[in-house]
């Protein structure tokens, strides 16, 4: 089924796509141009964990998350998401945030589409672009320029607490409440990190041995 739905995509969102297209290529294009796209290997690593754990088993449909929430949400009421990072792309650049069923669907066949004119790879250096990390952060090089850090040269610690902002937003003035979310979402990361390390979940990135680098930090 799953080789139909971009098929199903085109046909049925035709417009939407192209649309969707012009924006994505405009962003990749501002990605290969930017001198400042270097970014820590940390930070893809750390994007995946907290956000799609199997980005690489997926065509920008988790139907394991997707089979998970639905049942949680049956059997005990949780309200859990499922978004994959390609989802979470079509979201920020088509600006669709409405709480609708027709509105996940679209986003879901989109989705499909996105991986087929985008490595995998790619996309998270373009999403880490794009992303919300809070006030006068949108992207990474937002949020690294009112952080004061250099995306390039990351600590390990700094990388994961830009990802926690992912869930949890800085505002412009951050009460301490959210100073410690973003904290504990961090340190959560970093044992995520390490446990996908070993089994193995960012074979499919270049650069390899990065987990092993840190016992050396």
């Known amino acids: 089924m799953s080789r139909f739905l971009p098929q199903i995509a085109r046909l049925l969102l035709r417009k939407d796509w192209s649309s969707l297209k012009q924006s994505l290529d405009l962003e990749y294009k501002h990605y290969l141009t930017d001198d400042d796209n270097s970014v820590s290997p940390f930070l893809s690593r750390l994007l995946i964990s907290g956000e799609d754990h199997r980005y690489f088993g997926h065509n920008g ?4 998350a997707i089979c998970r929430v639905l049942w949680r949400r049956l059997a005990w009421g949780v309200c859990e998401g499922a978004s994959t990072i390609e989802m979470q792309t079509v979201r920020i650049l088509t600006g669709r945030y409405e709480r609708t069923f ?7 066949l989109l989705a499909t589409l996105v991986t087929y004119v985008i490595s995998k790879e790619e996309l998270l250096a373009v999403y880490l672009r794009i992303a919300y990390l809070g006030w006068r952060m949108n992207g990474l090089n937002q949020a690294c320029r009112r952080l004061d850090l250099n995306s390039s040269f990351l600590t390990f610690y700094e990388a994961a607490a830009l990802i926690a902002r992912l869930k949890y937003p800085e505002p412009r003035q951050a009460p301490l409440s959210r100073r410690r979310q973003i904290s504990r979402r961090a340190q959560h990361l970093i044992k995520l990190y390490q446990r996908h390390s070993e089994q193995g979940v960012y ?8 987990y092993a680098a840190l016992h050396n930090i």
Do not use: F, Q, S, T
């Open 61 to 64: 449909i988790d139907l394991i």
């Open 102 to 108: 027709r509105r996940k669907i679209k986003e879901m």
């Open 203 to 210: 074979e499919l990135l270049d650069g390899g041995g990065v």
